[in-house]
């Protein structure tokens, strides 16, 4: 028997996937049911297509239940009668079959995924003289009719498989992991993962829609291997996360972390290292009040939300990974390229964003079915509430007018950036005291009167060029001002090198004077 590869009752419930992918059918109606089909095949804005449910009662789009549910005598033939209605559309197309049994009842779901041969046509009837073929498509919760602009359209998206949804002719049904399937299918709640090791590898993953083909030719799709291989970067040389910590705003000292691996792995490791390393909790006593101050530096809802949304809409054709790079008063995440039209830089400074159009149809499914992402369309309403009650700054979301990238800035709490900026005024109160400036940083503004390396300097100290070494004597001097690069615009060039300033000169001349 076919299983599900997913929870039913999520499903039905509309936890995994949005009420405007599911159609609930009180009882089978062949007409409404392939209008539907075609509509969901249609996926005019790559949703990933949708389901049908027969059996199932609905008022303004959600299920009544319990189900009225079918005759399980009937189920056969309607089954029969599918295939036939599959037949009706143009070019044909078969949805997958479940009978399943919810709440004591049989009901049929029927998963329409996003079809491979856009655009599909069905007849407005099925009477026996109904010539009349009509693109259906979805609008919201509805089945329409697709008006002329609309039908453009699809014919636009007929050669525009997502990428994620294409075969990838370069890898084998062998590189599809089945110890990390089987972890996906128990972690969503799948009937499927019960039955995994009982049925073929192949039809197992034909069944989840993440290998197609021939029985002669069946290849891994993109989004299977993303999620279910190991080491996806083999295939795809953009999939990881690279978070890179600054630790100055001129960005001549950091240090970097690569995640790789499964893209719910990456993210959810890349998640649990910011989390741990990065964001902190404040408390502060506020005078005549009981109850403190508690807020962070970063609120965790907000982080992870627009982490989410990188691994999500970034092209993984392309070879950038996702940064993220955190800075001194600041966490910068970059994805590429940027939105799909109609987003612009102005639409993202508004913050109402009702374009309904996605990259990766199903990369969203998978990180929905997983909770790493909420329903299509929350991503930004989420950041900005989150950053709200935390009470930190609006955050920036933008791109350019070529949509080459996709930028979402968290500036840290107004508090926290008190205490960073309390640190750096106490460091540079140091450093400009004469007494404070140790042998070795007099000794490395003396050499640095000519310009000279990271490496030369720390030759001309007679120490390891280690990064340790860097923070403990160069660093305080830069930060101080009394230090500064000869290629600014080039902080991490590789032809870097340390020059003393006039501010450090004049110090220096007085530590000579005294002396």
């Keep these: 028997m076919t299983l599900l590869p997913t929870n039913v009752n999520n499903l039905i419930n509309g936890l995994t996937v949005e009420w405007e992918r599911i159609e609930f059918k009180e009882s089978w109606n062949p007409e409404a049911i392939l209008h539907s089909m075609c509509a969901f095949a249609n996926d005019i804005n790559n949703l990933g297509g949708g389901y049908i449910i027969v059996g199932i009662q609905e008022k303004d789009g959600k299920p009544i239940l319990p189900p009225i549910g079918l005759e399980p005598s009937q189920i056969d033939g309607y089954q029969q009668k599918l295939l036939d209605l599959c037949h009706k559309v143009t070019p044909p197309y078969f949805p997958v079959a479940f009978p399943i049994a919810y709440q004591g009842k049989q009901i049929l779901i029927l998963w329409c995924p996003g079809g491979?041969?856009?655009?599909?046509?069905?007849?407005?009837?099925?009477?026996?003289?109904?010539?009349?073929?009509?693109?259906?498509?979805?609008?919201?919760?509805?089945?329409?009719?697709?008006?002329?602009?609309?039908?453009?359209?699809?014919?636009?998206?007929?050669?525009?498989?997502?990428?994620?949804?294409?075969?990838?002719?370069?890898?084998?049904?062998?590189?599809?992991n089945i110890t990390l399937i089987k972890s996906f299918l128990k972690e969503v709640g799948s009937e499927l993962y019960k039955t995994a090791d009982s049925i073929l590898f192949k039809n197992l993953c034909l069944q989840m829609q993440i290998a197609r083909g021939p029985d002669e030719y069946i290849k891994p799709i993109n989004a299977g291997l993303l999620f279910f291989n190991d080491d996806p970067d083999q295939f795809f040389k953009g999939a990881k996360i690279e978070v890179i910590e600054f630790h100055n705003e001129v960005g001549d000292s950091f240090s970097e972390k690569i995640?790789?691996?499964?893209?719910?792995?990456?993210?959810?490791?890349?998640?649990?290292?910011?989390?741990?390393?990065?964001?902190?909790?404040?408390?502060?006593?506020?005078?005549?009040?009981?109850?403190?101050?508690?807020?962070?530096?970063?609120?965790?809802?907000?982080?992870?939300?627009?982490?989410?949304?990188?691994?999500?809409?970034?092209?993984?054709?392309?070879?950038?990974?996702?940064?993220?790079?955190?800075?001194?008063?600041?966490?910068?995440?970059?994805?590429?390229?940027?939105?799909?039209?109609?987003?612009?830089?102005?639409?993202?400074?508004?913050?109402?964003?009702?374009?309904?159009?996605?990259?990766?149809?199903?990369?969203?499914?998978?990180?929905?079915?997983?909770?790493?992402?909420?329903?299509?369309?929350?991503?930004?309403?989420?950041?900005?509430?989150?950053?709200?009650?935390?009470?930190?700054?609006?955050p920036i979301?933008?791109?350019?007018?070529?949509?080459?990238?996709?930028?979402?800035?968290?500036?840290?709490?107004?508090?926290?950036?008190?205490?960073?900026?309390?640190?750096?005024?106490?460091s540079n109160k140091l450093v400009n005291d004469l007494s404070t400036l140790n042998e070795k940083q007099l000794k490395i503004l003396c050499f640095c009167v000519d310009p000279h390396s990271k490496t030369e300097i720390m030759s001309n100290l007679g120490i390891k060029n280690t990064y340790y070494n860097f923070q403990k004597n160069v660093f305080p001097l830069i930060h101080g001002g009394l230090l500064t690069f000869t290629i600014p615009d080039a902080p991490r060039s590789k032809f870097q090198k340390y020059v003393i300033t006039t501010k450090g000169m004049e110090l220096l001349n007085k530590v000579r004077v005294n002396r």
């Design 397 to 426: 979301f933008e791109t350019d007018d070529e949509r080459n990238y996709f930028l979402t800035v968290l500036t840290i709490h107004p508090e926290s950036r008190k205490s960073e900026i309390n640190k750096t005024e106490v």
């Design 116 to 176: 491979d041969n856009r655009p599909y046509k069905a007849p407005e009837s099925l009477g026996n003289n109904n010539h009349n073929f009509i693109y259906y498509i979805r609008r919201f919760s509805s089945t329409v009719k697709a008006n002329h602009s609309e039908e453009l359209q699809l014919y636009q998206l007929a050669a525009k498989i997502p990428f994620d949804d294409r075969i990838n002719h370069n890898a084998e049904l062998e590189d599809l």
């Design 259 to 394: 995640f790789t691996g499964p893209l719910h792995t990456q993210l959810r490791n890349a998640l649990q290292y910011i989390k741990n390393n990065i964001l902190k909790e404040e408390v502060r006593k506020v005078p005549e009040q009981a109850e403190a101050l508690r807020f962070f530096n970063y609120p965790y809802v907000a982080l992870e939300e627009a982490l989410a949304n990188a691994v999500y809409h970034k092209s993984y054709e392309k070879r950038n990974p996702i940064e993220v790079n955190i800075r001194p008063n600041r966490i910068e995440i970059v994805s590429y390229p940027g939105p799909i039209p109609p987003i612009t830089n102005e639409k993202l400074k508004e913050g109402h964003i009702v374009a309904r159009n996605y990259r990766n149809r199903r990369i969203g499914d998978f990180l929905k079915e997983l909770h790493l992402t909420e329903g299509r369309g929350t991503g930004i309403p989420k950041i900005r509430s989150a950053m709200k009650i935390n009470g930190s700054p609006e």
